[in-house]
């Protein structure tokens, strides 16, 4: 079977910066399961997974912009200390999700604190970067209707409701 929208399909994958570090894995853990199509990946991914079958191997160069987005520098602010109530300990890395003027939620991390001044940085850890996955295709099979619905894969490598 091949990799086509609404198929589920699991990859076991490394990924890595430029300079060959290791970002993320499933090496020693569950492979990961997504919806081809549907969004549930980056779309430098997916695009490279389409057409592939259980067993392809690939190496794969994704862009920021079919990665996580180019940095974008409008997303930094600088809040003072009295803005995170509730948090005894601020430190550099730590993330929290701020609620935006529409309603929205996003996830910022704390980039660098001088004094009262903290500055949130509201871009991905991964936005300008390049993306170096090698994937290995573990499983393809139909999705079913009630995972379509949900937007997600039930069961192994999977949501577990």
Not at 62 to 77: C, F, N, Q
Request: hydrophobic share 35%; aromatic share 4%.
């Amino acid at each position: 079977m091949k990799i086509a929208k609404n198929k589920v399909v699991l990859i076991d994958y490394t990924l890595k910066d430029d300079s060959g570090e290791i970002i993320d894995t499933s090496k020693g853990g569950e492979p990961l399961a997504y919806i081809q199509g549907v969004g549930n990946i980056i779309p430098g991914l997916e695009e490279a997974l389409e057409g592939g079958s259980i067993g392809d191997k690939m190496s794969v160069k994704i862009p920021p912009e079919k990665g996580y987005g180019k940095r974008d520098e409008a997303l930094l602010h600088v809040l003072t200390r009295d803005q995170f109530s509730g948090v005894d300990k601020l430190e550099v890395g730590m993330q929290f999700h701020a609620h935006g003027d529409n309603g929205s939620v996003q996830s910022v991390t704390i980039q660098k604190i001088e004094g009262d001044n903290v500055t949130i940085d509201g871009n991905h850890p991964l936005a300008g970067m390049n993306l170096n996955f090698d994937v290995s295709v573990v499983e393809v099979r139909e999705a079913t209707l009630e995972e379509l619905a949900h937007g997600h894969v039930h069961g192994p490598g999977g949501h577990h409701h």
